[in-house]
């Protein structure tokens, strides 16, 4: 995959404004569909069992994300996810906080196990405790604890059969097969609220345009985080408020100029 | 109606500060919450079936929002805006999404077959789909179908016997019998998630301190345009980021000047 | 308590950054785990029963807030609360718009009731309210009644057993013995919802680092303020968008040396 390959997947999914389906938390709910709106898809939101399957029906990716989750909540997921695998709708799926409490480990276990997944984002303590490996977990957030992530990665895409996606300091994409890494980014990124929630939104952007997964996910990876570079070089260090800012603004302004002169990713 | 009328009306919303109870949606009940205190009114937010009815009772406007429907949540907003109906505090009713699915669409028509409501506000889409026209939408916005909105519109009033407001590239407001247009605004609004829900409760704060609800509605629509017009001015090309805060900065900055200035609208 | 005590309490947070279990309501998620973040804390939200007793076990403080309340969500901050009291977490509680209805005034005595609360914060109807006077109050702002915070706030700590914090003009910080007055902030953090929620978190992240609880919540209450008072310094009246955003870089810039300088507290 090249720069040009990628501008091009940007470029349609700004012309194709691609509905994505997110039943997420209420954490993030108002972030996530400014940032895709900002990026040029078309967030929505539902979470009712008698509507999700409908809602699905019409979009072109689903997103899942269990950061405020509830029985309830999980058993839409569940229903929505069934029936994006019928109709062959591209599932992206965010274990927030997994390992922080048995319930989040048993319910992100559960949805992977009933839905079948086409692209799972988390940090590496999240996934490894999707994999049932006890990794250290902070809350919602990565802990200390370092490992390998590029093992963890290939590990969980070989069991799970999936691709996965372990974002940090840098970023681990791979089918298990094919591995990516991706430098791009910042690490304000950890200071404002949802952006690994959003990253997992503008992966379902992307998957609503572009067939080839591995080719959508590496994309969005890329663009997020050259999004996050030219924030920071715009806000220096004003501080977290105006990075947030100034982040939805370049998901709009991002350009193929942008991903060919920033890119930087390398396949392993 | 003329532009010392809506100036009016705007000071008493802003020495007032009418309290405005919002049933709605997740995604956007923090952005509606700062747009309402930056307007000068009072947002509340209480769902609970247990408390809604005392809230609306003290309360100058209730605003009912389908965003993020469920059950109990439509069973509260009944229950809301019966009690509205009964004291005779005006219901503002945004029906996000009818017509996405088949439970919006029959939630949407259950609410207004239940409650009186003062003024509807939707896209083309949705006020078709609660008519029961069969109008293609895209999740929660407009889709590319375009038709006579004005017609649309007069048909909805008369059918539903409401005040109707569809917004788009132009406002249309109508009794039935009078109709206006109002053309302020800027097409950035839709690259912000939440604009349109806001703009409803913005109508019921002006509903709060006037009782004439043609004006109270026209008023808003063209205060509301002037405000996205003047963040426009102010941040150019900065990106959706930055209009959206600019935007709630001009809520509270919008002057009677600027309503002489650049008020557009017209009876037709 | 110097400033001297209050920076190294400020810096203990941003070395320690203190998990936060906030169950809260859905207007403020957003901004109230931006806030946390961006001050150097580590916020969590988790409402479910299923969790909520193994998130708090992993937590510095707790919480509880009932902006958006309803049964399920109070039986989640009681069960939260009972197992945060059994581990001697510190449990801070807002009461949002106690006495606007009288379903949130007896949730909030129900709470009182079954919690041992470490620091309740409110504006002064809610801390009325809560204890049983008749105070009025327009939905969840403060409503236009003046009467003595320094009375009702020691009568409150003297009633329920534990330290009161009073935020208005100025703010009253008492344990029914010892009182303070803090006079930093800026009346436009009216203009921004969620902020006294956010204070309240920020009391518990402060609250997760030093025992004194007194000693926090006066640090807390004197950093936030001084924030207002940056932010406001650097946006002036370019309206209460900005403010917002400015308020939360300033969480993250405001030093030991702002502290020093801009600190206005004493002691009664």
Known sequence: MNCSEMSLILQRVREE??????????????????????LGASPVMANASEEVADMVGISRALVLNIGTLNRELVSSMILAGKTANELGIPVIFDPVGAGATPFRTEMAQLIINEVKISVLRGNAAEIANVL????????????????????????????????????????????????????????????????????????????????????????ALTFYGIAAEKAIEKVGNMGPGSFQIEFLNQLALVTSEDIHQFASFKQL
């Open 17 to 38: 404004n691609p509905l994505v389906h997110n039943i997420t938390n209420v954490v993030v709910t108002n972030f996530t569909a400014n940032g895709l709106l900002s």
């Open 132 to 219: 049932g490996e006890k990794w250290e977990i902070k809350g919602v957030d990565a802990g200390e604890q370092q490992g390998n992530n590029v093992e963890l990665a290939i590990n969980a895409a070989k069991k799970l059969n999936t691709i996965v996606v372990i974002t940090g300091k840098e970023d681990v994409l791979t089918t298990g097969e094919t591995t990516y890494l991706v430098s791009n980014g910042h690490h304000l990124l950890t200071k404002v609220t949802g952006t690994g929630c959003l990253l997992t939104s503008v992966i379902g952007a992307f998957a609503g345009v572009e067939k080839n997964l591995v080719h959508a996910a590496l994309s």
